[in-house]
């Protein structure tokens, strides 16, 4: 059975920086996902194998995705942090290569929270 496990999580003020890490990597395509309370999940970033990299446009230039395939670790470098990145974040993967839509994800992590206060 699959399983991701993300770490790293934790409250921080604004402006300040976090980084993620999921255990788990070496899909065709793997992504972080986060979901804020009273809200819908949302995709933030993905990374393909061959190491092409997307964002959403609420964290570009801020958030970076890596990952270091020797040691089967998934990252994601969250600088510049603000308010509404208060959220849950999932690390997922998606083993077809799509990395489309979030359907395309079939495996997901149980999350990490992140706080920033104001």
């Known amino acids: 059975q699959v399983q991701l496990v993300e770490s790293g999580g934790g409250s921080v003020q604004a402006g300040g920086s976090l980084r993620l890490s999921c255990a788990a990597s070496?899909?065709?395509?793997m992504g972080w996902f986060r979901q804020a309370p009273g809200k819908e999940r949302e995709g933030v970033a993905t990374i393909a194998r061959d190491g092409s990299t997307s964002y959403a446009d609420s964290v570009k230039g801020r958030f970076t995705i890596s990952q270091d395939n020797a040691k089967n670790t998934l990252y994601l470098q969250m600088n510049s942090l603000k308010p509404e990145d208060t959220a849950m974040y999932y690390c997922a993967a998606d083993p077809q290569g799509y990395c489309v839509t979030e359907a395309d994800f079939r495996y997901w992590g149980r999350g990490t929270r992140v706080t920033v206060s104001s």
């Open positions: 070496g899909y065709a395509c």
